[in-house]
Nanobody
Framework: QVQLVESGGGLVQPGGSLRLSCVAS????????MRWYRQTPGKERELVAG????????NYVDSVKGRFTISRDNVKNTVYLQMNSLKPEDTALYYC?????????WGQGTQVTVSS
């Protein structure tokens, strides 16, 4: 059974930092492209960041460039999203996604709230 379990969300003040983690099981983690998405009520899910299977290439949505960093540990089957200089507009439910060709898997999400 495939499981992606996110953690690390919470309430943080503007300018603060959080590190999200997503632990995968039931898949060969090292061959999957991993991505973080986020979603707020009434809006479509947005791709935030992605990282290739080897970790050699990353990409980010423009709004988080320079503030967020995606990384992975293929021994621990974990992908991370380091989020710095958080803004209220970063408030969302953050989802982990694993993809290998036509196969896509999702976690349940972890809530990030940026508010003073």
């Amino acid at each position: 059974q495939v499981q992606l379990v996110e953690s690390g969300g919470g309430l943080v003040q503007p300018g603060g930092s959080l590190r999200l983690s997503c632990v995968a099981s039931g898949i060969i983690f090292r061959i999957h492209t991993m991505r973080w998405y986020r979603q707020t009520p009434g809006k479509e899910r947005e791709l935030v960041a992605g990282i290739t299977s080897s970790g050699g290439t990353t990409n980010y949505v423009d709004s988080v460039k320079g503030r967020f960093t995606i990384s992975r540990d293929n021994v621990k089957n974990t992908v991370y999203l380091q989020m710095n200089s958080l803004k209220p507009e970063d408030t969302a439910l953050y989802y982990c996604n694993a993809e290998y060709y036509a196969r896509r898997y999702w976690g349940q999400g972890t809530q990030v709230t940026v508010s003073s």
